[in-house]
């Protein structure tokens, strides 16, 4: 091949090269957006969402909040059914624990009697300080007024 022949082939590929480059350029792109984004709201819709415009979606937001302020209780009314729970639950249970209860299940149990506030702060407190490897079984009286390493150390004798 001598030099011309080279010459010849290199501008040849380069003409198709810029030929290919000026329709990917100049071809309607708009088109491939709107199937696109129909394509997008098609899987989306398949998926079970629904698709909301801003101001629909603005509008049932205020709904919410209004209806939120309306069935919410005054803040007396709150204070006073707690107080009635309060004075309503024992100052003492008796937890009754079994083989295979897990510390999530005595805070569940010691919870729902409303012996500790915070179940899952309870249940860390035991994994924390090494407590929910030494749990007996058993039956044991918790009094409300027991601190979380008072109910650990009862427990776990």
């Known amino acids: 091949m001598n030099k011309h022949k080279i010459r010849a082939f290199a501008f040849g590929i380069f003409f198709s090269i810029s030929l290919i480059g000026v329709f990917y350029f100049l071809q309607d792109k708009e088109k491939n957006t709107t199937s696109d984004l129909e394509e997008s709201k098609r899987v989306v819709m398949e998926k079970g969402y629904t698709i909301l415009s801003k101001t ?47 510390t999530e299940e005595i805070a569940k149990k010691l919870a729902n009697k409303n012996m500790i506030k915070n179940e899952k702060k309870f249940a860390q407190f035991l994994i924390q300080k090494g407590y929910h490897t030494k749990v007996q079984i058993g039956k044991y009286t918790i009094k409300k007024d027991m601190t979380y390493k008072q109910i650990a150390e009862l427990i776990t004798k």
């Open 56 to 102: 629909d979606y603005e509008q049932l937001q205020t709904k919410i909040a209004t209806l939120e302020n309306q069935t919410a209780l005054p803040s007396n009314e709150t204070e006073n059914i707690k107080t009635e729970a309060e004075k309503t639950s024992p100052s003492s249970y008796q937890l009754h624990i079994v083989k295979g209860m897990s």
